[in-house]
């Protein structure tokens, strides 16, 4: 194993097969990082594993609907993710959600994990019938730099592309 292979960067993207998070896979994958990419649609997330392969990256579809206790856990199992993938499990609320992070970011921060949240702004996807305003690669833009923070970098804060916002 090179050393190179050594330190390479994982990111689990969930919801990656179209989107806010696919267009978070492919600026990953730009970036260098290997994307292994959450699909609930095994067929789904291969084609767009395929796409961002044939586009010079590197990445691999797991199967993993959040809702799913099985398909969260058996995703990667011994993977560095794999304490952090149940909190995908809920459906919360913005309160809960902000309550989640803080909680999170709390616990973990003695393990070296950064939990943030991320306003990504009005995106045009399926999710909103296509009127949002933002493309889903100016949305995912947070995302990724969120992704991407050094270890020094914030914890339990919630951002848009702008900055911080106010929880
Ligand atoms: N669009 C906006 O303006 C906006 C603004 C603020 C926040 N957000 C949030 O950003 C996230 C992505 O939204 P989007 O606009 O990119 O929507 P989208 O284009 O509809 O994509 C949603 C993605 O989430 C996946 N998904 C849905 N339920 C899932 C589950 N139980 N387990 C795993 N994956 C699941 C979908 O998979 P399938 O293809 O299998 O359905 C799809 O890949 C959502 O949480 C949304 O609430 C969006």
């Known amino acids: 194993m090179s050393k190179q292979t050594a330190h390479q960067k994982i990111a689990l993207?969930?919801?990656a097969n179209k989107g806010i998070g696919r267009a978070a896979a492919e600026q990953l994958a730009e970036l260098g990082l290997t994307v292994l990419i959450g699909a609930r649609d095994r067929r789904r997330?291969?084609?767009t594993a395929a796409a961002l392969r044939a586009a010079g990256g590197d990445a691999h579809a797991v199967v993993l609907d959040v809702t799913d206790p099985i398909t969260v856990l058996t995703s990667d199992p011994d993977g560095p993710f794999a304490a952090l993938l149940p909190s995908a499990a809920y459906n919360p609320s913005k309160s809960a959600l902000?309550?989640?992070t803080v909680q999170y970011a709390n616990e973990l921060r003695k393990d070296g994990f950064l939990v943030n949240a991320a306003a990504p702004g009005y995106v045009d996807t399926?999710?909103?019938n296509h009127t949002g305003h933002?493309?889903?690669a100016q949305g995912a833009a947070v995302l990724?730099?969120?992704a991407t923070l050094d270890a020094?970098?914030?914890t339990a804060g919630f951002f848009s592309e702008d900055g911080p916002?106010?929880?």
């Open 13 to 15: 993207v969930t919801g």
């Open 45 to 47: 997330g291969e084609e």
């Open 98 to 100: 902000s309550a989640l």
């Open 126 to 128: 399926d999710s909103d």
């Open 134 to 136: 933002l493309t889903p």
């Open 144 to 146: 990724v730099r969120l």
């Open 152 to 154: 020094d970098g914030p």
């Open 165 to 167: 916002l106010p929880w």
